[in-house]
């Protein structure tokens, strides 16, 4: 194993972790990385502008790291 776990155990820490964003922020993740839209375009989808969007998913994709961090952390002292 990694540091970061196995890949079945970040994938669900990422699950885990996707769960707990608002609403609009799952979407926007969901536009950016599962239907793979450029910044450009959902930035005109949803009104925003294209470094405003940039700096929300920046933001988001920090939330996400450090949730699936404590989440990997806590899975490794219930192993241990």
Do not use: F, W
């Amino acid at each position: 194993k990694t540091r970061l776990g196995n890949y079945d155990q970040r994938m669900q820490a990422l699950q885990m972790c996707l769960l707990k964003l608002t609403n609009a922020d799952r979407q926007l993740v969901a536009l950016r990385y599962e239907q793979g839209y450029p910044v450009k375009v959902i930035a005109e989808k949803v009104g925003r502008s294209i470094n405003g969007l940039s700096h929300t998913l920046g933001r988001i994709h920090q939330l996400l790291l450090r949730c699936i961090s404590r989440y990997l952390s806590e899975e490794e002292k219930t192993i241990c």
